[in-house]
């Protein structure tokens, strides 16, 4: 009997997961397939049962319901209620249980396409949200010497900040998306990652960029929006020399996390770059 999988969020139409997965079972021969299911906000909590009376063997979660769905959830790994975020769910007899596999896959991601070691290294995060939580958790767990996230809600930036601070011993700062402090950290940064959704297609002539900023081109720019393949953001990064990471790396690897906590198999991550590429073409 064939098992769906899918992703929840609101809204969809930018994404590029359904065509990746597929892909993956195709090449294994498994029969699985992947179905978006747009699901507003409001009726988050309504959906779960539905999900789970589906048998659905699993679902992503996406913008905006990677904190709010934890909650409902019957139970999230250790991972997950750290960085108090989850982005894949599993069925497991009727339960469903939370995972991140966002915060893995940056990682993966930094170290396998941009040759970057975030260990000891100067980091600005922009945004506080859920993927901004993943990020910036798991930079100080992997002994990051400093993060500034910004938000435009500010508190929310502080209030992020204090929770890494109060995990790891990187020493974490949240700032005001426009205020001086932040541009002064983006321009000695080491890495500047944009967890935004600013840029993504179709408001791709936006920038999550304060107004006046100049990029050091020793920075590594890695924006987690992946459509269009090349922002604003990386466009701007790219003219002042730095080198740029789009998130489609993300993506494609956390993905692969979330493939193999879908089906007990390895990942065929070579496919999935194949198939996500050509689905933003």
Known sequence: MR?????????LGHSVSPAMHNAAFKELGLDYEYIPFEVEPADLKEALPGLRALHIAGFNVTIPHKEAIVPLLDDVTKLAATIGAVNTVV???SKLIGYNTDGPGFIESLK??????PAGKRVVVLGAGGVSRAVSVMLAEVEAASIVIADIVEE???G??????DLSKTKCLGANISGQTLKNEIERADLLVNATPIGMSPKINDSPLPSGVKLNKKTLVYDLVYNPAETKLLKTAKKAGCRVVSGLGLLVRQGAIAFTVFTGEEAPIETMWSAARKALR
């Open 3 to 11: 098992k769906i999988v899918g992703l929840i969020g609101y809204p």
């Open 91 to 93: 069925n497991q007899d």
């Open 112 to 117: 396998e396409d941009a040759n970057f070691e």
């Open 156 to 158: 929310k930036a502080k």
């Open 160 to 165: 992020l900040a204090e929770y890494v601070n």
